[in-house]
């Protein structure tokens, strides 16, 4: 079982900055970070494949969100900048053991309640 809890979220101007965190309890091989705004489906923003470290950025975030990892393992980060209104949304955090050589592109088993993030104009 992973248990994962986002936290970081809050209110911000447009072109602004946020961090976002995810405290994980539990091994996990991939990870990613998804966004759903109300009324829209929910969105795969960045994953990392954890042992390689590879990253996946949606266009919509590329070059302005970052996703890591700390050392110790135990937080998952998405660093956010020149944010946008059309980045409000609710963030989530999720992990997936299926495989470590792979993610299974946006299919995630384990899943936090989210943090809100809403960019004001």
């Known amino acids: 079982q992973v248990q994962l809890a986002e936290s970081g979220g809050g209110s911000v101007q447009a072109g602004g900055s946020l961090r976002l965190s995810c405290a994980t309890s539990?091994?996990?091989?991939?990870m990613a970070w998804f966004r759903q705004a109300p009324g829209k489906e929910r969105e795969g923003v960045a994953r990392i494949l954890l042992f390689y470290g590879a990253t996946y950025y949606a266009d919509s975030v590329k070059g302005r969100f970052t996703i890591s990892q700390n050392e110790a393992k135990d937080t998952l980060y998405l660093e956010m900048n020149s944010l946008k209104p059309e980045d409000s949304a609710m963030y989530y955090c999720a992990a997936d053991r299926f495989s470590k050589t792979y993610c299974r592109d946006w299919e995630f088993t384990y899943w936090g309640q989210g943090t809100q993030v809403t960019v004001s104009s």
């Open positions: 539990g091994y996990a091989y991939c």
